[in-house]
């Protein structure tokens, strides 16, 4: 049985949070003098804690309740907040899978929580057997899987996530930053069946706000009320709010570059197999490609010559590359020097 209770870190139940001005008086019509704000400007004032507009638009676009979304300064803080509302620093442990997204490692050890890394198997797909000691090992307290997964590109299938889902006693968070870019469906929409599902997305990507800093968790009350009661108080800019805001209001733009993206990986994908360089082109759900090449730092020190810049992942993968999806003019040039690239490297 899941018990979210038991799950939470003592001193995290225990603590009574701050409670700012804008929290203690939501209304938004008055004369404001309990803040300390500087009553002249335009930014002068302490935005919504809550993000109660934001969630409103997000609430309607995915079918969830206010009560059910957290919005963080980037996906950084969902992850952050939740090593530190269920792991006790030095003795709780979390899972993820390898290879994976760098900041599981980081964030869990800057809470001095140890990260536990399984190998994928060789279609980078959860290997339950593996798992499974540790589904009931009680100072394992989250599991981290990314789908579709960075750096691989795939998704990881829905069955093998279901099976954590209801197995293990702690959280799984499923961290869904690429999901727009993929036809598998979101687990924003199974939140309701699962206590112990976070689902984590962002406006980093297809929303095309990653210099904005606005990431979700979506996920039950019981959660998100934990996630509000640790958060800092006013974790979100005005600025970050009106500009994830803005894009919602225009959703038709960026379904639209999304359908150019997914075509144009479709083009590259096609032109890649056509390399000589290109040994391996694993499968994409994502916004970006994975690459096996014949030397993966030669290619990618011969692209940084001809200034595009890719991600070299060899020391994750032997020799892989991943390469983000330009625009046509972007993937037309970096095509151009992957054709002349197998000449000049060794
Ligand atoms: C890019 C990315 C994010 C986004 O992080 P933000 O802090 O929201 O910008 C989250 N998770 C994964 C796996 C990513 O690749």
Known sequence: MFDLEQLIRPNIKALKPYSSARKEYAGSEGI?????????????????????????????LKGVSENDIFIGNGSDEVIDL??????????????????????????????DVEL????????????LETVSPYLTDP???????????????NCFLAADIKYLLEHFKGIVIVDEAYADFSDEESWVNRIGAYPNLIVSQTFSKAWGLAAARVGVAYAN??????????????NVSQLNQEAALKALSHRKK???????????????????????????????DANFVLLKVKDANAV??????HEIIVRNRTKLIDDCIRITVGTPEENKELLVVLKNCLNKIK
Do not use: H
């Open 254 to 284: 960026y379904l639209l570059q999304i359908d150019r993206i997914k075509e144009e990986k479709q083009q590259l994908i096609t032109q890649f197999n056509k390399l000589k360089i290109v040994e391996q082109i694993y499968p994409s």
């Open 221 to 234: 009350t019981a959660i998100i009320t934990l996630y509000n009661k640790v958060k800092p108080p006013y």
């Open 300 to 305: 990618y020190q011969y692209l940084i010559q």
């Open 139 to 153: 100072t394992v307290k989250l599991i981290f899987v990314c789908s579709p997964n960075n750096p691989t590109g």
């Open 32 to 60: 404001f003098l309990d803040a300390n704000e500087n009553p002249y400007g335009t930014l002068n004032r302490y935005p919504d804690p809550l993000q109660r507009e934001l969630k409103g638009a997000l609430a309607s």
């Open 82 to 111: 939740a090593l530190r509302i269920f792991c006790n620093p030095g003795t709780d442990n979390a899972l993820t899978f390898s290879p994976s997204y760098g900041m599981y490692d980081v964030s869990s050890a800057i809470n």
């Open 116 to 127: 536990i890394k399984l190998p994928l198997n060789e279609t980078f797909q959860i290997n």
